[in-house]
């Protein structure tokens, strides 16, 4: 079992930065990670996935170039640094994990395991 839990979410002006972290308990090895986010009304969004094996990112349009994801296995923690937010980036962000040593998933669905989340809120 995996267990994650985020933190670092607020409120920031538009064009300013904030960074999350979800830390996990439990077993961190093999575990593909993400970040997805929702706003209120609408669906459950890809925003970003990192590989174990090699560390490989992606990112979906609406994201790429401002937000960074990363990973501290020896912690046992997952990162996403957000630059330049809009207003349109307001959501709850989750962490998701999955057990695949070699891919990421973008669908939510093959996510097994989730933390609570934690809002963010872009506004002047």
């Known amino acids: 079992q995996v267990q994650l839990v985020e933190s670092g979410g607020g409120l920031v002006q538009p064009g300013g930065s904030l960074s999350l972290s979800c830390v996990a308990s439990?077993?961190?090895?093999?575990?593909?990670m993400a970040w997805f986010r929702q706003a209120p009304g609408t669906n459950r969004e890809f925003v970003a996935a990192?590989?174990?094996?090699?560390?490989?990112?992606d990112y979906s349009v609406s994201v790429m170039g401002r937000f960074t994801i990363s990973r501290d296995n020896a912690k046992k923690t997952l990162y996403l640094k957000m630059n330049s937010l809009k207003p349109e980036d307001t959501a709850v962000y989750y962490c998701a994990a999955a057990h695949n040593a070699k891919n990421y998933y973008t669908d939510a669905h093959r996510y097994p395991y989730w933390g609570r989340g934690t809002q963010v809120t872009v506004s002047s």
């Open positions: 439990g077993s961190f090895s093999n575990l593909a």
């Open positions: 990192i590989t174990w094996i090699s560390s490989t990112t």
